[in-house]
Antibody, heavy 122, light 112 residues
Framework: EVQLVQSGAEVKKPGESLKISCKAS????????IAWVRQMPGKGLEWMGA????????RYSPSFQGQVTISVDKSISTAYLQWNSLKASDTALYYC???????????????WGQGTVVTVSS | QSVLTQPPSVSGAPGQRVTISCTGG?????????VHWYQQFPGTAPKLLIS???NRPSGVPDRFSGSKSGTSASLAITGLQAEDEAAYYC????????????FGGGTKLTVL
């Protein structure tokens, strides 16, 4: 079964760092982009960026460029989303997602992780 | 402010037909990029409803259909059912924003 399993909920203080994960299984990890999508409380979906595990190439939304880092460890089929200094405004639900088609970034996301809740509060 | 514009809410009675619009521009939908649609219930991950403008993945009822014309796309739901009450999002690709995937702001469907 093709699936993405994300790490558990996190509660952090402003200024702390954080790295959440998305472990893939059931398909050739290197061949598909992995995207990260933010959903703030009561709000819509926002594409943050994506990584192509095959060559670790990344793309970022202008809104998130420089604010987060997306990385991957091919040896364990896992993608990561990282913050160096969290803000209260980073409080949200974060999803990882995989497109339907190999190589193609702009394709529909047919596989989604279950989501990771990140709460940043002093 | 989303690159793709959706109405915040739509509503309809059971059995009726509703449509949700997704309006973009010349750098995304108008540039020929496909539009995809998702359904999301509270507390759950989005589910792919329509891919490539009008294609239904296996398991999606044929009450759901998608279309695209010019710089806009639409999701139509016929024979509305109570279980269709959810949020719906469109997605496309924009070549003017560092080559970014973009989502619409989302539309909350209420079944009256």
């Amino acid at each position: 079964e093709v699936q993405l399993v994300q790490s558990g909920a996190e509660v952090k203080k402003p200024g702390e760092s954080l790295k959440i994960s998305c472990k893939a299984s059931g398909y050739r990890f290197s061949h598909y982009w992995i995207a990260w999508v933010r959903q703030m409380p009561g709000k819509g979906l926002e594409w943050m960026g994506a990584i192509y595990p095959g060559d670790s190439g990344t793309r970022y939304s202008p809104s998130f460029q420089g604010q987060v880092t997306i990385s991957v460890d091919k040896s364990i089929s896992t993608a990561y989303l990282q913050w160096n200094s969290l803000k209260a405004s980073d409080t949200a639900l974060y999803y990882c997602a995989r497109p339907t088609t190999i190589i193609v970034l702009e394709d529909a996301f047919n596989i989604w992780g279950q989501g990771t809740v990140v709460t940043v509060s002093s | 402010q989303s690159v793709l514009t959706q109405p915040p809410s739509v509503s309809g009675a059971p059995g009726q037909r509703v449509t949700i619009s997704c309006t973009g521009g010349s750098s995304n939908i108008g540039a020929g990029y496909d539009v995809h649609w998702y359904q999301q219930f509270p507390g759950t991950a989005p589910k792919l409803l329509i891919s490539g403008n009008s294609n239904r993945p296996s398991g999606v009822p044929d009450r759901f259909s998608g279309s695209k014309s010019g710089t806009s796309a639409s999701l139509a739901i016929t024979g509305l059912q109570a279980e269709d009450e959810a949020a719906y999002y469109c997605q496309s690709y924009d070549s003017s924003l560092s080559d970014s995937v973009v989502f619409g702001g989302g539309t909350k469907l209420t079944v009256l």
